[in-house]
């Protein structure tokens, strides 16, 4: 059974910091693209970063470029998002997802989901 669990959500004032995890299991996760998305409020789902399965590529959303980074840890079988200058429109539930390698870089089309983490910023 594949399993996605995120961690490290929480309340944070703007202009704070913090580090998302997701840990997984039940899937060769070296063999994955790994993605981060968020979904706010009364929004749809969007995409924020995404890096390859060797963790070589990374791909964001351009107007989160500098204050977002993505990274794997392969052999922990976990990818973490660290968000700094956080501000009220980063609030949203912040969800990992995850896509075969033989698909293309970055994708959108992910095979599975966290149930995700919350994040609320307040002004």
């Known amino acids: 059974q594949v399993q996605l669990v995120e961690s490290g959500g929480g309340l944070v004032q703007a202009g704070g910091s913090l580090r998302l995890s997701c840990a997984t299991s039940?899937?060769?996760?070296?063999?994955?693209?790994m993605g981060w998305f968020r979904q706010a409020p009364g929004k749809e789902r969007e995409f924020i970063a995404a890096v390859s399965w060797t963790g070589t590529r990374t791909s964001y959303r351009e107007s989160l470029k500098g204050r977002f980074a993505m990274s794997r840890d392969n052999g922990q079988k976990t990818v973490y998002l660290q968000m700094s200058n956080l501000l009220p429109e980063d609030t949203a539930v912040y969800y990992c997802a995850a896509t075969q390698s033989s698909n293309n870089f970055p994708s959108r089309a992910m095979d599975y989901w966290g149930t995700g983490t919350l994040v609320t910023v307040s002004s």
């Open positions: 039940g899937l060769s996760f070296s063999n994955y693209h």
